[in-house]
Antibody, heavy 121, light 106 residues
Framework: EVQLLESGGGLVQPGGSLRLACAASGFTFSSYAMNWVRQAPGKGLEWVATISASGATRYNADSVKGRVTISRDNTKNTVHLHMNSLRAEDTALYYC??????????????WGQGTLVTVSS | SYELTQPPSVSVSPGQTASITCSGDKLGDKYAYWYQQRPGQSPVLVIYQDNQRPSGIPERFSGSNSGNTASLTISGTEATDEADYYCQAWDSGTYVFGPGTKVTVL
């Protein structure tokens, strides 16, 4: 059974930093791209970042470019999202999602339960 | 940047058919994906590569994609199908989600 468990969310002040983690199990982690998708309260889904299976290729949404870095550790089956210069509009539930493809660009076939990030003073 | 549009809401009676559209420039040249999100839950993939159902998704869910429009059809709608539905496509290194359609089963 595929499981994705996010952690690291919390309350952070504007301009601050946060590191989210996603622990994966139940599949061959090193064979699939991984993604972060966020959902602001009462709003729709917004893709944030993708990292390919090997970690060699990364994609970021324009809304977070220069402020977030996605990384992965295939020896520990984890993916991270490093966020800095956080803004109020970054407040959202952040989901970790498994891609169906090695390089990304396919469906997001499994999702975690999400970790809540609140940016407020 | 690429955009997808969806109707904000669709209402359907139990047992009837609900259809949700997703529009984007030459969307038919890309794969369309659909996700269901019930209240308070994480999204679930219900259609991939235009018309394929993942394991465990009921047969009443079907999809199509041609021209500028992709569609998700729910046949014999059940109360449990009440949810938000999001379409998604991949364009130039970006995952694009539609704004979502709320399906209400009356």
């Amino acid at each position: 059974e595929v499981q994705l468990l996010e952690s690291g969310g919390g309350l952070v002040q504007p301009g601050g930093s946060l590191r989210l983690a996603c622990a994966a199990s139940g599949f061959t982690f090193s064979s699939y791209a991984m993604n972060w998708v966020r959902q602001a309260p009462g709003k729709g889904l917004e893709w944030v970042a993708t990292i390919s299976a090997s970690g060699a290729t990364r994609y970021n949404a324009d809304s977070v470019k220069g402020r977030v870095t996605i990384s992965r550790d295939n020896t520990k089956n984890t993916v991270h999202l490093h966020m800095n210069s956080l803004r109020a509009e970054d407040t959202a539930l952040y989901y970790c999602a498994k891609d169906h493809a090695e390089g990304g660009g396919s469906s997001l076939d499994f999702w975690g339960q999400g970790t809540l990030v609140t940016v407020s003073s | 940047s690429y955009e997808l549009t969806q109707p904000p809401s669709v209402s359907v009676s139990p047992g009837q058919t609900a259809s949700i559209t997703c529009s984007g420039d030459k969307l038919g040249d890309k794969y369309a994906y659909w996700y269901q999100q019930r209240p308070g839950q994480s999204p679930v993939l219900v259609i991939y590569q235009d018309n394929q159902r993942p394991s465990g998704i009921p047969e009443r869910f079907s999809g199509s994609n041609s021209g500028n429009t992709a569609s998700l059809t729910i046949s014999g709608t059940e109360a449990t199908d009440e949810a938000d539905y999001y379409c998604q496509a991949w364009d130039s290194g970006t995952y694009v989600f539609g704004p979502g359609t709320k399906v209400t089963v009356l």
